[in-house]
């Protein structure tokens, strides 16, 4: 059963242009919602995260936006570069869960120059 | 900081045959985890342990597929018999205890079984 849905799968997307990742989730016990990259040939990495306290969390040109009553998230990429071209996981985790972490299905983002 | 380490990082095999990979944590962490990366399925969680103790082994697909972290620094992921479904990407991430802690990933393994 997936409880994190992400889409686009894929996305194609001009140098300088804004790339936007959506996920829901069906738990609603879940509370930490963080986003991983990850590039060819390289594992995951912890990109940007937030808690359902917030509604938006920006650190550059990454920022999460979080609607707890729709039970979504979304993953905006400003300015987008070609440096950006990766997989993107949205994640989310329950308190129940301990450490555990369910992933999306991940978006593999092109940005072309 | 090494970051977490795997081993091999590629392997081929044949069907049938036991296959066994390996990661060592970053120092300190406590908490180590075992995912498959696959085209089909995405990123799986196999397995985690907290404090060396196997916590969550729901998402191992079948009794071929082992796990054991035998101390702090060293964790194997086994299979026995290997099949060709088997193949994939798997990767090791550790973290720190209390959750809400990033999961630091490995380079990965890739699995071929032929």
């Known amino acids: 059963q997936q409880q994190v849905k992400q889409s686009p799968q894929s996305l194609i997307v001009q140098k300088g242009g804004i790339s936007i990742i959506n996920c829901a989730y069906e738990?609603?016990?879940?509370?930490?919602f963080p986003w991983y990259q990850q590039f060819p040939g390289k594992g995951p990495a912890l990109l940007i995260a937030?808690?359902?306290?917030?509604s938006e969390k920006k650190e550059g040109r990454f920022t999460i936006s979080f609607n707890k009553s729709a039970k979504q998230f979304s993953l905006h990429i400003m300015d987008s570069q070609p440096g950006d071209s990766a997989t993107y996981f949205c994640?989310?985790?329950?308190?129940?869960?301990?450490?555990?972490?369910?992933f999306g299905g991940g978006t593999r983002v092109l940005v072309k120059p | 900081d090494a970051g977490v380490i795997q081993s091999p990082r590629h392997e081929v095999t044949e069907m049938g045959q036991e296959v066994t990979l390996r990661c060592k944590p970053i120092?300190?962490?406590?908490?180590l985890f075992w995912y498959r990366q696959t085209m089909m399925r995405g990123l799986e969680l196999l397995i985690y342990?907290?404090?060396?103790?196997?916590?969550?082994d729901s998402g191992m697909p079948e009794d071929r597929f082992s796990a054991k972290m035998p101390n702090a620094s060293f964790s194997t992921l086994k299979i026995q018999p290997s099949e060709p479904r088997d193949s994939a990407v798997y990767f090791c991430?550790?973290?720190?205890?209390?959750?809400?802690?990033?999961?630091?990933f490995g380079p990965g393994t890739r699995l071929t079984v032929l």
């Open positions: 991430a550790s973290s720190l205890v209390p959750a809400y802690n990033e999961q630091f």
């Open positions: 738990n609603t016990a879940f509370d930490y």
């Open positions: 937030i808690r359902p306290d917030v």
């Open positions: 994640a989310a985790r329950g308190e129940a869960a301990g450490n555990k972490l369910t």
């Open positions: 120092s300190g962490h406590n908490s």
């Open positions: 342990f907290n404090n060396n103790v196997p916590i969550d």
